[in-house]
């Protein structure tokens, strides 16, 4: 785990190193089903949150914070607002699909290793609050970032992560005494996994598919056609992984 | 490029590859100063995209539309958009650092081989918004996620990206004819690069400096001490990479 002191312009990555931030990232799950019991290192968690520490905030404002929580009543205080928050949304889901999302499992709190809250500081660069002026919520898009820094470096490490987001903020500030400039990013559920899933739980259960991609580019404004050759390439590349073990 | 079938429980990556991952994430650079004036072949430009359509999503919502811009003259209209929104932002930063906030380049929007405007469709799953109910803005937590495959991808590439906040969200929105109901999440400039630097522009400039990570973690509550062996594991990750050459 070095952090270079030079970076040139990308050579510095042949295809197996580019291969494995590839793989990081198409078999990371968001994993609720799988954790083992194992304790979780300490050296392993300090990596984990130097890769979170270093990702890209506005203006440098590294607004983050990260709570560990590991005791286990305050874990299920956090489980039982979570099962609360699921009662409430669960009206909000078509009718014909109520009885699956009941079958979901969607958290891991309690037999996670650890959990982690990542919250964002609104106030930390207060007197130069360079990049934000026009879009404020930019310091909480930095801390998202840093939540997916820790996921794909989790992936990396065989370290299962859930974001658990069935729940009332409110409760949970109060529950971690998060002060009120102070808004929490990312509940998640952290530990060692028996497996990684080969896809993602929501596809798995049918509750919904990978759209193609394709579909989803646009050229030079919002629903313009064009672009022909870069959509061909996006699907040649996944013609590629198909025909691959 | 493999979308592997199956994933093992983090066997998978051996140091090599999670040096790889690592390493991406330190070089990563917000870039303004180094592209270079080279096209960006397509299949690379795919496989970032296809990076990006990776991430996590919120009721695996995938809200996410990319916005391929090429134009050179669209390109001067957004250039002008961040010009305008630069002066109006500079009376907001302490009076001893705004000439030194003239003088940083904060975008590349037209020496870089294309802009990207990522964006969230708030609606796209409105009759089963699985996640949401509590936590409307996931959706958009989910955009920033896809935005950071997408740079980590591109630096294992040797594709310089710079993202581009300093901009009147209104304004971009009518230039792109994005819709009411999408929120451009991140306007980035993308292309080949001479170099990353070693640090970030900012911390290079003086403008701020990493802070240290052990006084970022907390424990079981906000400002809760403790946790004093996983500090002291942050604090050894640096010291060895350190003394690293």
Request: proline letters at 6%; hydrophobic letters at 40%.
């Amino acid at each position: 785990m070095t952090v270079p002191a030079t970076a040139a312009g990308g050579e510095d990555f042949d295809q197996l190193g580019r291969d494995a931030v590839y793989r990081a990232m198409f078999t990371r799950r968001d994993v609720r089903s799988h954790f083992v019991s194992d304790d979780l290192d300490d050296r392993v968690l300090a990596r984990l949150l130097t890769a979170a520490h270093h990702a890209p905030s506005v203006g440098y404002m590294q607004p983050w914070n990260f709570i560990v929580i590991r005791d286990a009543e305050r874990r299920r205080q956090v489980r039982d607002l979570f099962l609360a928050a699921r009662e409430q949304e669960l009206p909000a889901m078509e009718e014909e699909r109520r009885a699956l999302y009941r079958k979901l499992k969607l958290e891991g709190i309690c037999e996670s290793a650890l959990n982690l809250c990542i919250t964002c500081d609104r106030q930390r660069s207060q007197n130069s609050p360079l990049g934000r002026w026009h879009n404020p919520e930019m310091d909480l898009y930095s801390t998202v970032c840093a939540v997916q820094n820790f996921w794909l470096a989790a992936r990396a490490e065989g370290v299962g992560v859930g974001w658990v987001s069935i729940i009332e903020t409110q409760a949970l500030k109060r529950l971690l005494s998060i002060p009120e400039h102070v808004t929490p990013i990312a509940y998640l559920c952290v530990g060692r996994v028996s497996e990684f899933a080969p896809k993602p739980d929501l596809e798995a259960h049918g509750w919904g598919r990978r759209l193609p991609l394709p579909e989803l580019v646009m050229s030079e404004i919002f629903c313009g056609a064009g672009e022909a050759p870069l959509k061909s390439a996006i699907v040649r590349l996944g013609a590629e992984d198909r025909r691959k073990p």
